[in-house]
């Protein structure tokens, strides 16, 4: 050999390598559009490659013997790379990891070997140093090619799982999961490749020609790894702004969908329930009128029509509207209680602290209505209040509270019945809980509260 694997050059090659697949490592790690475990897998491949290169150093370039316990206890980190790479392709393409002990039993069969020969006295240690560094220790070729090789078992059932994956065509996101699928199975034909064909390089070069380890490990691996791991850094990160992309067209496709669904749910809601509501309206106004005869039943009929038509109104608002504010949600609230509390002799006041006017989707601002339209005919109906009051927060995260001085209640199951069950079920759809707290002679209050802040 004319390349001494003890020149200045080798160890700068070792260190470049290091700091270039931490510079690789970084973005990942702080990519947060990612899900942590995803991130986490993902680091792991480039980390494990790094270690290596960082022991290598540390025993081969600098033929120190004192240095050997540290190589064989860290001989457990290069046996996570394949489960590293399963877990990737699992949870990048939504999947889960089932009994995740399973994968780590080989790497702590190698946490023991490294403990026993820690315990080695120091005339065997020196010993086995040699025979690694002439590559004829056969434990320590073992372990180099269960390295190498499990890794391939470990390919084998990343493509398994990617065969069995079934996209749904109807899924909105189908388009986006099956670039996902796609970019695995090229990561892991990339890594197949240079897994393989290492193995191969190894095998050849140890047995054949007998090449020292120290050169496999401190010019061989720095330099046709970094290689592979370069095209998967800029694949993946091509990948990332494609997924990025899609991600926009797809979003946007489903928005104009659910737009039209909306105007036509609306069109044919105002169309047809509207139309029969006004109808039944004009009817028992022209009934009470002719007929002058029950006309506490017709004013019962005009008033649920009434109801139908309010509802309808509330409803086709939220429809129609792709983008709600707090306090254009709050305003019209307030709309609805002013007038359900006409003529009630129920006096409302109203009171807000909206530091963060943030936009909420129709789906929250439909379930929060809806309880805040039961919860306020509840105060109208049956609390027996001459007061109401009802505060809005916004901060952190969003706040309704619902106060009256009515009679109360003392709560029993009586009191959770479905009126109630209905309030909460509702709030918790929508990532609110719903409390009603109440005592006898001093009214009622619910209070509406956001369970964690959201970004709509």
């Known amino acids: 050999m004319n390349i001494d694997y003890r020149d200045p050059w080798v160890l700068l090659l070792n260190l470049t390598v290091i700091f270039i697949l931490i510079l690789l490592i970084v973005p990942t790690l702080l990519n947060t559009k990612e ?90 240690k020196v010993r086995v140093f040699r025979e690694v560094n002439a590559a004829q220790n056969l434990s320590y070729n ?23 994956l079934h996209i749904q065509p109807a899924d909105p996101l189908a388009m986006l999961k099956k670039i996902k699928v796609q970019w695995s199975h ?16 190894m095998i050849v070069a140890t047995y054949f ?11 061989g691996m720095p330099i046709y790894f970094p290689l592979i791991y370069a095209v998967i850094a800029v694949r993946s990160n091509m990948i990332s702004k494609q997924l990025e992309m899609q991600y926009a067209v797809s979003k946007a496709e489903e928005d104009n969908r659910l737009r039209d669904q909306r105007i036509a749910i609306s069109r044919d809601l ?28 017709l004013e019962d009929l005009r008033e649920h029509a009434e109801s139908i038509l309010g509802l309808l109104r509330q409803t086709l608002w939220v429809l129609n509207n792709d983008t709600i504010t707090v306090e254009d949600f709050y305003d019209h609230v307030k709309q609805y209680a002013l ?5 009630s002799g129920i006096t409302i006041r109203f009171e807000e602290d909206i530091r963060d006017n943030r936009i909420l ?18 105060v ?36 959770e019945g479905y009126g109630l069950a209905n309030i909460k079920a509702r709030a918790a759809n929508i990532g609110f809980t719903a409390t009603l707290s109440s005592e006898e002679g001093k009214g009622s209050i619910l209070v509406l509260e956001e369970i964690r802040p959201t970004a709509y």
């Open 270 to 297: 105002h169309d047809n329930i509207g139309a029969y509501a006004t109808s039944l309206i004009s009817k028992i106004d022209y009934l009470a009128v002719e007929e002058k005869a029950g006309k506490g039943a």
């Open 209 to 219: 020609y007998q090449v020292p380890q120290p050169y496999l490990d401190l010019i």
């Open 361 to 378: 989707p129709s789906e929250i601002t439909i379930n929060l209505f809806r309880i805040l339209q039961e919860g306020l005919q509840n």
């Open 142 to 164: 073992i372990l180099n090619i269960l390295v190498m090789s499990i890794p391939l078992i470990y390919f084998y059932f990343s493509k398994r799982y990617l065969k069995r």
């Open 380 to 415: 109208m109906k049956h609390s027996g209040a001459t007061e109401a009051e009802l505060y809005m927060i916004s901060r952190d995260t969003v706040r309704i509270i619902l106060r009256d001085n009515g009679k109360g209640f003392i709560a029993d199951d009586h009191h």
């Open 186 to 201: 090229e990561f892991i034909n990339l890594l197949l490749f240079c897994v393989f064909s290492f193995l191969v390089i």
């Open 35 to 124: 899900r942590l475990g995803v991130r986490l897998s993902f680091s792991a491949i480039f980390m494990i490659v790094a270690v290596n290169c960082m022991a290598n150093l540390a025993l081969f370039y600098t033929q120190d013997v004192a240095y050997f316990d540290f190589l064989f206890l860290q001989a457990f980190i290069p046996l996570l790379f394949g489960p590293a790479i399963y877990f990737y392709v699992l949870l990048n393409n939504g999947g889960e990891i089932k009994r995740p002990w399973i994968h780590f039993i080989i790497p702590f069969l190698a946490i023991l070997y490294g403990i026993y020969h820690v315990q080695m006295d120091e005339g065997d």
């Open 339 to 343: 007038k359900s509390f006409r003529n």
